[in-house]
């Protein structure tokens, strides 16, 4: 199915009944809607599942390079949730889907019952703006490394299992290389923009227990100035957990769901 406004087109897919709360993944850097194919089997017997393809990714349309990608991206689901008349959901994101979490959430608090943060990071507060001498310079990298091995390099770096590396690699050639510059340097600039506060909501944190040192950092002092969260690390896992142990994330995601949604009909 796809949705469409003045940014573009997105498309994106809903399992589960109509009656049921609902929650909403969205992916990182060149992956696509299929990377929660895992948490859908799972959690669409109980919850309203909504998986997507962020722009430029998968089945939905690029935007205009000029615009903000994790913004624009935050009110694609704002449209989203109210195209499918929800008022309520919990975001889940994975990365830079984390980012774009976090940015709805602060939009649209009213939208958001609780977020899931997979291998993310706070966007509060901002990182120093040096960050921007070398945003221009990790692009051009990008650009000028062979695709054949950034795309496999990029995969080793993010992921454990050779199926979750192979579907990394294979997702990453049909998005293309300018993708992953282009949103590589955004991703820098959300950190530099920042947010003013941490959102309300309560949160679940995650990790893979091999992610990077600054990743694991960054998530637990988020948890520790939010009392309202959930820290968990995801054992067997690097940077794309969901995905490299399904099942020791999806039985942390049901427990954190079950008590998000106690006081709803399940």
């Not at 989203?80 to 959901?89: G, M, N, P, R, T």
């Not at 990029?154 to 199926?163: I, S, W």
């Not at 600054?214 to 637990?220: G, I, P």
Request: hydrophobic share 40%.
């Amino acid at each position: 199915m796809y949705l469409e406004n003045k940014a573009g087109k997105i498309y994106y897919n809903v399992y589960g009944q109509e009656d049921v709360p609902c929650v909403l993944f969205s992916h990182g850097i060149n992956m696509n809607h299929e990377t929660f194919k895992a948490q859908v089997d799972v959690l669409q017997d109980k919850y309203r599942v909504i998986v997507w393809d962020m722009p430029y990714h998968g089945k939905s349309t690029p935007i205009d390079n000029r615009l903000p990608f994790s913004e624009t991206a935050a009110d694609f689901i704002k449209d989203l949730l109210d195209h499918l008349e929800i008022e309520e959901a919990v975001l889940a994101g994975l990365s830079l889907g984390s980012y774009v979490t976090q940015i709805a959430a602060y939009k649209y608090p009213e939208k958001v019952k609780a977020t899931i943060h997979i291998g993310g990071g706070p966007l509060h507060p901002p990182v120093s703006s040096l960050l921007k001498i070398l945003n221009p310079l990790i692009g051009l990298f990008i650009k000028l490394y062979p695709s054949s091995l950034i795309f496999k390099a990029f995969a080793n770096h993010r992921a454990l299992k050779q199926e979750t590396r192979d579907y990394m690699v294979k997702v990453a050639a049909e998005n293309g290389k300018g993708v992953l510059a282009h949103l590589t340097q955004e991703l820098m600039r959300d950190m530099v923009r920042g947010l003013p506060g941490h959102t309300a909501e309560p949160k679940l944190l995650c990790h893979g227990d091999h992610e990077i040192s600054f990743v694991r950092k960054q998530m637990k002092k988020w948890h520790e100035e939010c009392p309202n969260s959930q820290f968990k690390v995801i054992k067997d896992a690097h940077h794309v957990a969901n995905q490299d142990n399904p099942e020791g994330i999806n039985r942390i995601l049901l427990d954190f769901l079950g008590s998000t949604w106690a006081d709803s009909v399940l």
